[in-house]
Nanobody
Framework: QVQLVESGGGSVQAGGSLRLSCTAS????????MSWFRQAPGNEREAVAFINTDSDSTDYLNSVKGRFTISRDNAKNTVYLQMNSLKPQDTAMYYC????????????????WGQGTQVTVSS
């Protein structure tokens, strides 16, 4: 099992930026993919971005393409989500997730989850 701890959330005005971090510990050697999901009140959890171990496969939710960038530092077992040009509709709890499977946007493929970090964007 992999333990995940997110940080970096906060409150910003529209147009601002935040960088989320997710640090993994435990059996990280078997992890093939790490992702960010988000869930706003009253909404279902949705995938935001994923990145594989070698960082040569990434994908994004259409609504964040061009604004968010996912990256990772394997030496630090950390994945980042740089969020620029934030919009009020980006307000949500953001969760980091890890899987031993190939990357996907299906949350049921992920067996390890962090506790989440809140992002609030005001207009």
């Amino acid at each position: 099992q992999v333990q995940l701890v997110e940080s970096g959330g906060g409150s910003v005005q529209a147009g601002g930026s935040l960088r989320l971090s997710c640090t993994a510990s435990g059996n990280t050697y078997s992890t093939k993919c790490m992702s960010w999901f988000r869930q706003a009140p009253g909404n279902e959890r949705e995938a935001v971005a994923f990145i594989n171990t070698d960082s040569d496969s990434t994908d994004y939710l259409n609504s964040v393409k061009g604004r968010f960038t996912i990256s990772r530092d394997n030496a630090k077992n950390t994945v980042y989500l740089q969020m620029n040009s934030l919009k009020p509709q980006d307000t949500a709890m953001y969760y980091c997730a890890a899987t031993v499977r190939w990357c996907s946007f299906a949350q049921w493929d992920y067996n390890s989850w962090g506790q989440g970090t809140q992002v609030t964007v005001s207009s």
